[in-house]
Protein backbone atom coordinates (compact mmCIF):
# COMPACT_ATOMS: atom_id res chain seq x y z
CA UNK A 1 0.00 0.00 0.00
CA UNK A 2 1.50 3.38 -1.15
CA UNK A 3 1.82 6.04 1.59
CA UNK A 4 3.16 9.42 1.53
CA UNK A 5 3.63 11.77 4.78
CA UNK A 6 4.91 15.01 4.90
CA UNK A 7 6.86 17.06 7.45
CA UNK A 8 8.67 20.17 7.31
CA UNK A 9 6.33 23.26 6.57
CA UNK A 10 5.63 26.22 8.71
CA UNK A 11 5.72 29.82 9.08
CA UNK A 12 8.64 31.56 7.79
CA UNK A 13 9.28 35.55 7.10
CA UNK A 14 9.76 36.20 3.32
CA UNK A 15 13.35 35.46 2.13
CA UNK A 16 13.82 32.99 4.85
CA UNK A 17 14.13 29.00 3.98
CA UNK A 18 12.15 25.55 4.70
CA UNK A 19 12.36 21.96 3.60
CA UNK A 20 9.82 19.66 2.71
CA UNK A 21 10.28 16.25 3.99
CA UNK A 22 8.35 13.04 2.26
CA UNK A 23 8.36 9.26 3.77
CA UNK A 24 7.29 7.27 1.35
CA UNK A 25 6.89 3.72 2.03
CA UNK A 26 4.83 0.69 -0.18
CA UNK A 27 6.90 1.95 -3.21
CA UNK A 28 10.51 2.56 -3.86
CA UNK A 29 10.79 5.82 -4.75
CA UNK A 30 13.86 4.93 -7.01
CA UNK A 31 10.84 3.22 -9.16
CA UNK A 32 8.49 5.86 -9.20
CA UNK A 33 8.15 9.51 -10.50
CA UNK A 34 8.16 11.88 -7.25
CA UNK A 35 6.80 15.34 -6.98
CA UNK A 36 5.58 18.44 -5.04
CA UNK A 37 2.55 20.30 -5.84
CA UNK A 38 0.52 23.11 -3.46
CA UNK A 39 -2.59 24.69 -3.68
CA UNK A 40 -3.83 27.61 -1.89
CA UNK A 41 -6.94 28.74 -1.12
CA UNK A 42 -9.81 29.26 -4.11
CA UNK A 43 -6.68 27.98 -6.89
CA UNK A 44 -6.23 24.50 -8.03
CA UNK A 45 -3.21 22.30 -6.95
CA UNK A 46 -0.51 22.93 -9.02
CA UNK A 47 2.54 21.22 -9.99
CA UNK A 48 5.88 22.48 -8.07
CA UNK A 49 8.75 20.29 -8.83
CA UNK A 50 8.94 16.67 -9.81
CA UNK A 51 10.89 14.20 -10.45
CA UNK A 52 10.90 11.32 -12.98
CA UNK A 53 12.51 7.45 -12.37
CA UNK A 54 14.32 8.09 -14.77
CA UNK A 55 16.30 11.37 -12.86
CA UNK A 56 15.06 14.18 -14.96
CA UNK A 57 13.30 17.09 -12.94
CA UNK A 58 11.17 19.81 -13.53
CA UNK A 59 10.20 23.26 -11.92
CA UNK A 60 7.25 25.67 -12.58
CA UNK A 61 8.84 28.95 -13.93
CA UNK A 62 7.68 30.46 -10.32
CA UNK A 63 9.86 28.57 -8.05
CA UNK A 64 12.77 28.09 -10.44
CA UNK A 65 16.15 29.21 -8.96
CA UNK A 66 14.42 29.28 -5.99
CA UNK A 67 13.53 25.50 -5.01
CA UNK A 68 15.50 22.12 -5.42
CA UNK A 69 13.82 19.13 -5.24
CA UNK A 70 15.47 15.36 -4.09
CA UNK A 71 14.91 12.63 -3.28
CA UNK A 72 17.07 9.62 -0.85
CA UNK A 73 16.94 6.21 -2.36
CA UNK A 74 18.30 4.61 0.81
CA UNK A 75 16.05 6.42 2.94
CA UNK A 76 12.99 6.08 1.12
CA UNK A 77 12.15 10.00 0.85
CA UNK A 78 11.32 12.98 -1.40
CA UNK A 79 12.84 16.37 -0.32
CA UNK A 80 12.30 20.10 -1.20
CA UNK A 81 14.51 22.81 -0.57
CA UNK A 82 12.53 26.12 -0.71
CA UNK A 83 15.15 29.52 -0.04
CA UNK A 84 13.91 32.69 -0.47
CA UNK A 85 10.42 31.88 0.07
CA UNK A 86 7.51 34.81 -0.78
CA UNK A 87 4.33 35.57 0.46
CA UNK A 88 2.87 33.62 -2.93
CA UNK A 89 4.61 30.33 -2.09
CA UNK A 90 1.80 30.54 0.69
CA UNK A 91 0.32 27.09 0.27
CA UNK A 92 -0.37 23.44 1.88
CA UNK A 93 1.67 21.41 -0.11
CA UNK A 94 1.28 18.13 -1.17
CA UNK A 95 3.98 14.46 -1.82
CA UNK A 96 2.90 12.72 -5.18
CA UNK A 97 3.60 9.38 -6.35
CA UNK A 98 3.38 7.83 -9.43
CA UNK A 99 4.56 4.59 -10.76
CA UNK A 100 4.09 6.30 -14.54
CA UNK A 101 6.88 8.84 -15.89
CA UNK A 102 6.30 12.42 -15.63
CA UNK A 103 6.45 12.72 -19.44
CA UNK A 104 3.02 10.93 -19.28
CA UNK A 105 1.36 12.18 -17.11
CA UNK A 106 1.56 15.51 -18.24
CA UNK A 107 0.79 13.95 -22.16
CA UNK A 108 -2.52 12.11 -20.63
CA UNK A 109 -3.02 15.73 -18.89
CA UNK A 110 -3.22 13.42 -15.44
CA UNK A 111 -1.84 14.11 -11.98
CA UNK A 112 -0.15 11.36 -9.86
CA UNK A 113 -2.42 8.85 -8.27
CA UNK A 114 -0.87 8.73 -4.90
CA UNK A 115 -1.05 11.79 -2.49
CA UNK A 116 0.16 12.57 1.35
CA UNK A 117 -2.19 14.24 3.05
CA UNK A 118 0.01 17.63 2.63
CA UNK A 119 2.00 20.42 5.01
CA UNK A 120 1.02 23.79 5.35
CA UNK A 121 3.71 26.50 4.50
CA UNK A 122 3.10 29.92 5.17
CA UNK A 123 5.40 32.99 4.19
CA UNK A 124 4.79 36.74 5.51
CA UNK A 125 6.00 39.85 4.33
Do not use: H
Not at 2 to 9: A, F, H, K, R, T
Not at 26 to 41: D, H, I, L
Not at 88 to 105: G, H, I, K, S, V
Request: proline residues 4%; contains cysteine.
Amino acid sequence: QVQLVESGGGSVQSGGSLRLSCAASGFPVSSYSMGWYRQAPGTEREEVATISSDGRSRYANSVKGRFSISQDNAKNALYLQMNSLKPEDTAMYYCAADPRQMALLLALGVKPRNWGQGTQVTVSS
